[in-house]
């Protein structure tokens, strides 16, 4: 931590984390609303435990909180709720709007993966982190991270042969 004022600097790294957060609950839910939920519910826990989490870790931190949230939330309905069509003007809250079409396929397409290798297909490729750490973040074992992301390539590689994709 630095000199300065804590609310200062959570309110920095708030500033900082929000998109990233946001694309990596938006990738593992597919809603929204529901990652702008999990994210927020993220940062309030973090805000309580801020005295104690190192800066340089703050986003692991985080991201780990936005996974455990959803899988919370999971636990607490008993079912996934299903997403439905993501539209355009969806997207634009999460990010940049020129890929739109690209974006709204992946999700298309991780929805159709257990939530296990969605969530270790997101942390891993798309929030490019190690399989240590997205072991660490998912509290599973190495070998099931390595096992859910084979595995999970695998049912994405199947689905866009399904869908007719030729991209590779």
């Known amino acids: 931590m630095t000199g300065r004022d804590p609310r200062a600097d959570f309110a920095d790294f708030v500033r900082e984390a929000t998109p990233a957060l946001l694309r990596t609950a938006w990738l593992i839910t597919g809603r929204v609303d529901q990652s702008q939920d999990l994210v927020q519910a993220a940062f309030v826990k973090a805000y309580v435990a801020w ?9 692991a931190y985080v991201r780990r909180i936005v996974v455990n949230e959803h899988t919370d939330s999971w636990r607490r309905t008993r079912r996934e709720v299903p997403t439905g069509e993501i539209e355009a003007r969806q997207l634009a ?3 940049k709007t020129s890929d739109v079409d690209h974006r709204d396929e992946i999700v298309r397409l991780l929805r159709h993966l257990p939530e296990q290798q969605r969530k270790v ?13 997205v072991a660490d973040a998912l509290g599973i074992s190495l070998g099931a991270v390595k096992s859910a992301a084979s595995r999970g390539l695998a049912a994405l590689r199947d689905l866009t042969t399904l869908t007719g994709d030729d991209r590779r």
Request: net charge positive; glycine share 4%.
């Open 51 to 59: 005295p104690r989490i190192r800066r340089a870790e703050a986003l």
């Open 93 to 95: 809250a999460v990010g």
């Open 121 to 133: 297909v997101v942390l891993r490729y798309y929030a490019d982190l190690s399989e240590r750490q």
